[in-house]
């Protein structure tokens, strides 16, 4: 039997009756050949990744060189997440995880996302649950361990993050959004401020979902966390809080002043060295493409490592011909030392591009490892070497837990046509075109095997025939043949088409398990927002997803509910 310890690290869906089954990453469509390789063998790429380990366990063995790195002021970090949550009402849980923080053997483990609407797609919520399974782990261990969720609220990317999809009531792939003209462009999604039209599309959203004995619940969390009046980051960090923080989760807002004081130092030392940096990365995306790897970021030796908001926009700052750095769009330009004077002066001006966020996390918090996406996990094979350049120990990152969940009917739509999710990646017509042929047009499908066959056969004969009488009369022949399958296999298609039109039932069936599982030819925790679960089964369904998130899984998991 499992110590409580060991239940944290490792998953244990078993016990509450969920089946989950391990499906290799090598088998989903469009992964990158350096996440796969990565997932193989971390170790294996000690070059990009200096601090990787095979196991989550192994992490533990960092924490006495992560605790001496670790020279922020814990005190004031502590005081400024634990005065943000008594504005967000955090549980009592989080306010004792921000206390044990407070010890000088305290780590950190984090993971982080972009503000989406409703918390965004569902790998969002496996990013925190995957730190808190860590964090818990670690803890029964040993070690002060508490989890920590990045929220990316400097990101200016709005389309990304205002829109969140659902599988309706009725199984269409459905969504709401935010409007376009709440956000300035290039200002940071964390300043959009919610107005009353948020009433509006929560009204919307539910409904779009069923109406269960659970919508009154999560109509009341809805309504709490994202009202009129408070900022976008602020109200996913109070989603977050509602669904997970009796898990201890903290969540962190870098637009914070207090962080950003904190954090300047880091900053300035950035920017006095940001021609080393940026020729650090030029020539590790020059390593990665000869060893076979893509580079995740375009990097450019004239490149700085942060960006300054200015007028209400982001704006980059870029080496000029004459080795001056120069501000987009204006013809200020500065050198080194007078742009790390005033970062020092004034830091929340500035906010670090996509190389040196990660350094600047794990410079506030004493991180001992992050989960992250595969994307993330590219990101980092490159910026690793800004983590060399500023002397901070690299972190290690895990792939985050991956999952698709599987509801009973959808379940029993797979089973009835012997599908799988693998089966979904080959694409609507391939999947309708089996299921007409195996179930519900089977004798037609073997009348047209039939019919190929012979014809096929009786061509052969014919074209032996016109190979002894012209071989130029079987070439034509073979032309033909080519004519004759080609209207065979489109006559086929029209009948696989026919097929379903006739039988609605199935072809809904079918199109509701497209819109589930794999919507849009995506993985559903790419596209499927939590509501959409928490409509159909309440807040179970996070204790569920808890239970099957295991620290340690490579593989993405296929959980049946």
Same mark, same amino acid.
């Given at each position: 039997?499992?110590?409580?310890?060991?239940?944290?690290?490792?998953?244990?869906?078993?016990?509450?009756?969920? #089946?989950?089954?391990? !499906?290799?990453?090598?088998?989903?469509?469009?992964?990158? %050949?350096?996440? $796969?390789?990565?997932?193989?063998? +971390?170790?294996? $790429?000690?070059? &990009?990744? +200096?601090?990787?380990?095979?196991?989550?366990?192994?992490?533990?063995?960092?924490?006495?060189?992560?605790?001496?790195?670790?020279?922020?002021?814990?005190? /004031?970090?502590?005081?400024?997440?634990?005065?943000?949550? *008594?504005?967000?009402?955090?549980?009592?849980?989080?306010?004792?995880?921000?206390?044990?923080?407070?010890?000088?053997?305290?780590?950190?483990?984090?993971?982080?996302?972009?503000?989406?609407?409703?918390?965004?797609?569902?790998?969002?919520? @496996?990013?925190?649950?995957?730190?808190?399974?860590?964090?818990?782990?670690?803890?029964?261990?040993?070690?002060?361990?508490?989890?920590?969720?990045?929220?990316?609220?400097?990101?200016?990317?709005?389309?990304?993050?205002?829109?969140?999809?659902?599988?309706?009531?009725?199984?269409?792939?459905?969504?709401?959004?935010?409007?376009? %003209?709440?956000?300035?462009?290039?200002?940071?999604?964390?300043?959009?401020?919610?107005?009353?039209?948020?009433?509006?599309?929560?009204?919307?959203?539910?409904?779009?979902?069923?109406?269960?004995? !659970?919508?009154?619940?999560?109509?009341?969390?809805?309504?709490?966390? @994202?009202?009129?009046?408070?900022?976008?980051?602020?109200?996913?960090?109070?989603?977050?809080?509602?669904?997970?923080? #009796?898990?201890?989760?903290?969540?962190?807002?870098?637009?914070?002043?207090?962080?950003?004081?904190?954090?300047?130092?880091?900053? /300035?030392?950035?920017?006095?060295?940001?021609?080393?940096?940026?020729?650090?990365?030029?020539?590790?995306?020059?390593?990665?493409?000869?060893?076979?790897?893509?580079?995740?970021?375009?990097?450019?030796?004239?490149?700085?490592?942060?960006?300054?908001?200015?007028?209400?926009?982001?704006? /980059?700052?870029?080496?000029?011909?004459?080795?001056?750095? *120069?501000?987009?769009?204006?013809? #200020?330009?500065? =050198?080194?030392?007078e742009l790390a004077s005033w970062i020092e002066q004034e830091p929340t001006l500035f906010s670090p591009n996509v190389t040196l966020r990660s350094v600047v996390q794990d410079y506030l918090l004493p991180t001992i490892a992050y989960y992250g996406g595969a994307a993330e996990i590219a990101y980092f094979a490159q910026t690793s070497e800004v983590y060399r350049v500023l002397q901070r120990?690299?972190?290690?990152? &895990?792939?985050?837990?991956?999952?698709?969940?599987?509801? %009973?009917?959808?379940?029993?739509?797979?089973?009835?046509?012997?599908?799988?999710?693998?089966?979904? &990646?080959?694409?609507?017509?391939?999947?309708?075109?089996?299921?007409?042929?195996?179930?519900?047009?089977?004798?037609?499908?073997?009348? !047209?095997?039939?019919?190929?066959?012979?014809?096929?056969?009786?061509?052969?004969?014919?074209?032996?025939?016109? $190979? *002894?009488?012209?071989?130029?009369?079987?070439?034509?022949?073979?032309?033909?043949?080519?004519?004759? =399958?080609?209207? $065979?296999?489109?006559? %086929?298609?029209? !009948?696989?088409?026919?097929?379903?039109?006739?039988?609605?039932?199935?072809?809904?069936?079918?199109? #509701?398990?497209?819109?589930?599982?794999?919507?849009?030819?995506?993985?559903?925790?790419?596209?499927?927002?939590?509501?959409?679960?928490?409509?159909?089964?309440?807040?179970?369904?996070?204790?569920?997803? @808890?239970?099957?998130?295991?620290?340690?899984? =490579?593989?993405?998991?296929?959980?049946?509910?």
């Open positions: 039997m499992l110590t409580a310890a060991e239940s944290a690290c490792h998953g244990s869906p078993e016990k509450i009756g969920l #089946r989950v089954e391990r !499906f290799p990453f090598e088998r989903i469509p469009h992964q990158s %050949r350096l996440f $796969l390789a990565y997932l193989r063998d +971390p170790e294996s $790429l000690r070059h &990009f990744y +200096p601090s990787a380990v095979r196991h989550h366990y192994e992490v533990a063995a960092r924490s006495a060189e992560v605790l001496a790195a670790h020279r922020v002021d814990r005190a /004031a970090l502590c005081d400024a997440l634990e005065a943000f949550h *008594r504005r967000l009402a955090a549980p009592p849980e989080t306010f004792a995880q921000i206390e044990r923080l407070r010890r000088s053997d305290a780590v950190a483990v984090v993971s982080g996302q972009q503000a989406g609407l409703f918390t965004g797609p569902l790998y969002t919520i @496996y990013k925190a649950l995957s730190a808190i399974k860590l964090a818990q782990c670690l803890t029964g261990r040993g070690l002060a361990a508490v989890p920590v969720f990045w929220i990316a609220t400097e990101d200016h990317d709005w389309a990304e993050v205002r829109r969140a999809e659902v599988v309706a009531c009725d199984g269409r792939l459905a969504s709401v959004e935010i409007d376009d %003209r709440s956000h300035a462009e290039g200002a940071p999604v964390g300043h959009v401020q919610l107005d009353q039209s948020i009433e509006e599309i929560i009204s919307r959203l539910l409904e779009l979902l069923p109406s269960t004995e !659970f919508t009154p619940a999560l109509e009341r969390l809805l309504r709490e966390a @994202y009202a009129p009046g408070l900022a976008y980051g602020e109200a996913f960090a109070r989603m977050m809080l509602a669904l997970l923080g #009796r898990y201890g989760l903290i969540v962190l807002d870098p637009l914070d002043a207090h962080l950003k004081r904190l954090a300047a130092p880091l900053y /300035a030392e950035a920017a006095r060295r940001a021609p080393e940096i940026a020729s650090a990365l030029v020539a590790r995306s020059r390593e990665l493409e000869e060893a076979g790897f893509h580079a995740q970021v375009i990097a450019s030796p004239d490149a700085f490592p942060l960006f300054i908001h200015l007028d209400g926009a982001r704006r /980059a700052i870029t080496r000029s011909a004459e080795g001056r750095y *120069r501000i987009k769009d204006t013809e #200020r330009e500065y =050198n080194l030392a120990p690299a972190t290690p990152i &895990f792939h985050r837990a991956s999952m698709t969940i599987v509801e %009973r009917r959808t379940a029993r739509t797979l089973a009835r046509y012997n599908l799988h999710l693998a089966d979904l &990646f080959a694409g609507s017509e391939a999947v309708i075109a089996r299921v007409v042929e195996e179930h519900l047009g089977r004798e037609t499908a073997r009348r !047209f095997d039939q019919a190929e066959r012979e014809i096929n056969e009786a061509l052969d004969k014919l074209r032996a025939e016109l $190979l *002894r009488f012209d071989p130029t009369l079987a070439a034509a022949l073979d032309g033909g043949r080519k004519k004759i =399958n080609h209207q $065979l296999k489109g006559l %086929r298609l029209r !009948f696989h088409r026919a097929q379903m039109a006739r039988d609605r039932a199935a072809h809904r069936q079918i199109e #509701r398990a497209f819109n589930s599982l794999y919507p849009d030819k995506t993985l559903q925790e790419r596209r499927i927002n939590i509501t959409s679960l928490l409509a159909r089964h309440g807040q179970y369904v996070i204790d569920w997803l @808890y239970e099957a998130t295991d620290p340690d899984a =490579n593989d993405h998991l296929i959980v049946y509910l």
